[in-house]
């Protein structure tokens, strides 16, 4: 999120795709990871992938938003998130 906001200062023309890639990675923070601890946490590992799924499907939809300009910013970031969150939604698939 800081990395974020730092790119808001001194990136005013991506204030918008920035503004989405926020949000979508306060999900990913304050939902989605904490919704696989649980579901791991209480045996329920289907939950947990799900979750996994979706940190992969927002780190998409954020770099995504960027189509429109030349580059994205957090290009290596949003590939980082999506390639782990699959890598442990496959993890999390091997306990069902």
């Known amino acids: 999120m800081e990395i974020i906001n730092n790119l808001n200062k001194t990136n005013p023309e991506l204030i918008k795709p920035l503004s989405i890639c926020g949000l979508l990675y306060y999900t990913v923070l304050n939902a989605d990871i904490p919704e696989a601890v649980d579901a791991l ?10 979750a ?9 939809v954020c ?9 994205s910013p957090l290009v290596d970031i949003n590939a980082a998130v999506c390639d782990l969150s699959l890598v442990a939604k496959s993890i999390i698939k091997n306990l069902l």
Do not use: N, R
């Open 52 to 60: 996994m799924a979706d940190s992969a499907l927002e780190a998409k």
């Open 41 to 50: 946490t209480k045996g329920v590992p289907k939950f947990a992938e799900d």
């Open 63 to 71: 770099e995504e938003s960027f189509l429109v300009y030349k580059c």
